[in-house]
């Protein structure tokens, strides 16, 4: 299992990126995968997530990014992608990809938070930097 994030970058405040992760070793089309950042002297913290059941895909984010991050997936060409918007300066930090290959993790949002247990592979990072 592989992942490779790439597409960060400097970016003005109120500007926009999309971040590509490109897998491999792994039928994406049947796990969920998905986003976490990590700011400079923060912890890492989940952003946003695309899950997969027998039937259809669900999009979850957290608080800080929902309405401006959108998270997509390419089951053809085995990427997945973050669409970002409306940068604010606390959303510089190294964004990685990661996928629950084991299928046993889970999505939840709990005490105002969400998050996501269960990521098993993580990809290298890609810094964005929002910075006017």
């Known amino acids: 299992v592989q992942l490779q994030a790439s597409g960060g970058g400097l970016v003005q405040p109120g500007g926009s990126l999309r971040l590509s992760c490109a897998t491999s070793g792994f039928s994406l089309d049947e796990y969920d995968i998905g986003w976490f950042r990590q700011a400079p002297g923060k912890e890492r913290e989940f952003v946003a997530v695309?899950?997969?059941?027998?039937?259809?895909?669900?999009?979850y984010y957290a608080d800080s990014v929902k309405d401006r991050f959108t998270i997509s997936r390419d089951n053809t060409k085995n990427m997945v992608y973050l669409q970002m918007n409306n940068f604010t300066p606390s959303d510089t930090a190294v964004y990685y990809c990661?996928?629950?290959?084991?299928?046993?993790?889970?999505?939840?949002?709990?005490?105002?938070?969400?998050?996501?247990?269960?990521?098993?592979?993580w990809g290298k990072g890609t810094q964005v930097t929002v910075s006017s």
């Open positions: 990661a996928v629950d290959s084991s299928g046993s993790g889970s999505y939840y949002y709990r005490a105002g938070s969400a998050d996501y247990d269960g990521m098993d592979y």
């Open positions: 695309i899950t997969w059941s027998d039937t259809d895909y669900g999009a």
